[in-house]
């Protein structure tokens, strides 16, 4: 549809592209299909990171996995099938460098850089400037995709448009746990001392009790438990705010006691006469009241460690996790509250966010992010306006997390997973019904995406 352009729409029909990784690279292949010229901005390999080794673009810069190729059970997997109905250029190439991995896509990651680079240096409308961009322009199209990584520069100017407390320099992630996996046999909804001036803030916290033993025996597994060391490069100066929970618990077997599993103000239903020793307390992590993180369990121990530890937890016994803890080094914005849902910058529009800079997490979904911020901000250089992501696709579940479904004071990067789609009416919940839920999900979001993709 060919819409009447505001003046600063017109400017220019060029699309400048901030970032030649994973987003960058997808979202400039994707405007250059539409017909839109496109500059990538890449600092690499005249500026480094710590952890790109190359100048090519989308580089891959740990494993080398795209992780599951499922796209009737696997969200993951599902983004991966969306991406290639819409001519992606990452899924693209990595099908033609595919590893044998069993269900996994991974694939021979220097090969796979190389092609990507080579195919968008090639493309008539697509130019590439080695430079690193400080400042958000005003005039203009601009996509920044700088990953993780932004360099620190960027990452002060992004900081100065937008606030302090919206950019994050650093993941300190708490386990996200499927709402449906969790013993409400043994949890219940309560806010410390009934805080709140409503019912549902007065329920805000789902709340798993220890006794004694289970808490001694929980900590001697989080002090036994294998942990992840820092990447070079990293520094640990945000341990002042956000402590890993075994660093707590190597300050004494009480400190977790004192702090993120204070037993005070709340009262077990199930045997309201007991008093818990311990309580662990977990907090919607979005809308649909999916998925809940564990609150101040931010961990540096291995994934394999995290299930098992976790799962002591009462209530959380056969607990699902759609994302486990970690920290790390990871620029991000706070989407929430800073895009639109076509993810530009509310104060500034003619901006764009991409990548795992929006605050998704993984190699795919910053591609998938990437894919629709070209899309959008090719439609609005042709003074287009297309139809809203479907939301039950997983690029929608995915768009609409990051800028409005998840809680903009908690927000931490997210992948995909089932936990963000609207259920399906009608279907079983718990674990029983999983595999027929998941098909019907990725059922629904073949079609609508088939249908928004051809409208585009
Ligand atoms: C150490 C580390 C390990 C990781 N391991 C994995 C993993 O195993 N699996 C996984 O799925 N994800 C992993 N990730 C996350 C991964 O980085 C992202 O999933 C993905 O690469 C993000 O894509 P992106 O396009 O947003 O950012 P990137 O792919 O990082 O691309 C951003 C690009 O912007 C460029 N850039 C930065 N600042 C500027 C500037 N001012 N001007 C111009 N260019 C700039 C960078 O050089 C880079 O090429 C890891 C991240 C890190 C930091």
Same mark, same amino acid.
């Given at each position: 549809?060919?819409?009447?352009?505001?003046?600063?729409?017109?400017?220019?029909?060029?699309?400048?592209?901030? /970032?030649?990784?994973?987003? /960058?690279?997808?979202?400039?292949?994707?405007?250059?299909?539409?017909? $839109? =010229?496109? !500059?990538?901005?890449?600092?690499?390999?005249?500026?480094?990171?710590?952890?790109?080794?190359?100048?090519?673009?989308?580089?891959?810069? &740990?494993?080398?996995?795209?992780?599951? #190729?499922?796209?009737?059970?696997?969200?993951?997997?599902?983004?991966?099938?969306?991406?290639?109905?819409?001519?992606?250029?990452?899924?693209?190439?990595?099908?033609?460098?595919? *590893?044998?991995?069993?269900?996994?896509?991974?694939?021979?990651?220097?090969?796979?850089?190389?092609?990507?680079?080579?195919? *968008?240096?090639?493309?008539?409308?697509?130019?590439?400037?080695?430079?690193?961009?400080?400042?958000?322009?005003?005039?203009?199209?601009?996509?920044?995709?700088?990953?993780?990584? +932004?360099?620190?520069?960027?990452?002060?100017?992004? %900081? @100065?448009?937008?606030?302090?407390?919206?950019?994050?320099?650093?993941?300190?992630?708490?386990?996200?746990?499927?709402?449906?996996?969790?013993?409400?046999?043994?949890?219940?909804?309560?806010?410390?001392? #009934?805080?709140?001036?409503?019912?549902?803030?007065? +329920?805000?916290?789902?709340?798993?009790?220890?006794?004694?033993? %289970?808490?001694?025996?929980?900590i001697d597994a989080l002090l036994a438990a294998d942990k992840t060391e820092f990447h070079?490069?990293?520094?640990?100066?945000?341990?002042?705010? &956000?402590?890993?929970?075994?660093?707590?618990?190597?300050?004494?077997?009480?400190?977790?006691?004192?702090?993120?599993?204070?037993? $005070?103000?709340?009262?077990?239903?199930?045997?309201?006469?007991?008093?818990?020793?311990? !309580?662990? %307390?977990?907090?919607? =992590?979005?809308?649909?009241?999916?998925?809940?993180?564990?609150?101040?369990?931010?961990?540096?121990?291995?994934?394999?460690?995290?299930? =098992?530890?976790?799962?002591?937890?009462?209530?959380?016994?056969?607990?699902?996790?759609?994302?486990?803890?970690?920290?790390h080094r990871n620029t991000f914005i706070n989407s929430p509250t800073l895009l639109d849902?076509?993810?530009?910058?509310?104060?500034?529009?003619?901006?764009?966010?991409?990548?795992?800079?929006?605050?998704?997490?993984?190699?795919?979904?910053?591609?998938?992010?990437?894919?629709?911020?070209?899309?959008?901000?090719? @439609?609005?250089?042709? &003074?287009? +306006?297309?139809?809203?992501?479907?939301?039950?696709?997983?690029?929608?579940?995915?768009?609409?997390?990051?800028? /409005?479904?998840?809680?903009?004071?908690?927000? %931490?990067?997210?992948?995909?997973?089932?936990?963000?789609?609207?259920?399906? #009416?009608?279907?079983? /919940?718990?674990?029983?019904?999983?595999?027929?839920?998941?098909?019907?999900?990725?059922?629904?979001?073949?079609?609508?995406?088939?249908?928004?993709?051809?409208? &585009?």
């Open positions: 549809m060919a819409l009447l352009c505001p003046i600063w729409q017109r400017m220019t029909d060029k699309l400048h592209i901030v /970032g030649g990784g994973m987003a /960058g690279s997808e979202a400039a292949w994707q405007a250059a299909e539409m017909g $839109v =010229d496109v !500059v990538i901005h890449e600092m690499r390999p005249n500026v480094g990171t710590f952890a790109h080794q190359t100048g090519n673009l989308a580089e891959m810069v &740990c494993s080398n996995s795209f992780r599951s #190729d499922d796209d009737e059970q696997n969200a993951v997997g599902l983004l991966h099938w969306e991406m290639r109905t819409a001519n992606g250029l990452i899924m693209s190439t990595a099908d033609r460098h595919r *590893l044998p991995a069993g269900g996994a896509l991974a694939v021979d990651r220097d090969p796979f850089a190389e092609s990507v680079t080579a195919r *968008l240096n090639a493309h008539p409308r697509i130019s590439v400037t080695s430079e690193e961009v400080t400042s958000l322009p005003e005039d203009d199209h601009w996509i920044f995709a700088t990953g993780p990584l +932004t360099s620190p520069d960027l990452g002060q100017a992004i %900081q @100065a448009a937008t606030g302090a407390d919206a950019l994050a320099f650093f993941d300190a992630i708490a386990p996200i746990v499927y709402a449906d996996s969790i013993d409400m046999d043994k949890a219940w909804m309560q806010s410390r001392y #009934d805080k709140g001036e409503t019912e549902e803030e007065r +329920t805000a916290y789902l709340n798993c009790p220890m006794d004694r033993d %289970q808490y001694e025996a929980f070079e490069g990293e520094t640990a100066g945000y341990f002042d705010g &956000c402590l890993p929970i075994e660093v707590m618990a190597e300050r004494g077997r009480e400190t977790l006691r004192h702090g993120p599993m204070k037993p $005070v103000g709340l009262t077990n239903p199930h045997q309201p006469d007991v008093k818990s020793h311990a !309580v662990v %307390q977990l907090r919607r =992590d979005n809308a649909l009241g999916t998925l809940f993180n564990i609150v101040g369990f931010q961990t540096k121990m291995k994934y394999g460690a995290q299930t =098992d530890v976790f799962r002591m937890i009462p209530a959380l016994e056969n607990a699902s996790f759609a994302r486990l803890g970690g920290i849902e076509q993810m530009r910058l509310k104060s500034q529009p003619n901006i764009r966010f991409a990548g795992q800079i929006t605050g998704v997490e993984g190699y795919v979904e910053s591609a998938a992010m990437g894919l629709l911020a070209g899309r959008l901000a090719a @439609a609005e250089i042709q &003074c287009r +306006t297309l139809p809203d992501v479907p939301q039950d696709s997983a690029m929608g579940a995915l768009i609409h997390h990051i800028t /409005g479904g998840a809680e903009a004071r908690t927000f %931490q990067p997210m992948n995909v997973n089932f936990g963000l789609f609207r259920p399906v #009416d009608g279907l079983k /919940g718990g674990r029983r019904g999983r595999k027929d839920r998941y098909k019907a999900y990725t059922d629904r979001a073949k079609a609508v995406w088939s249908d928004w993709v051809k409208q &585009c």
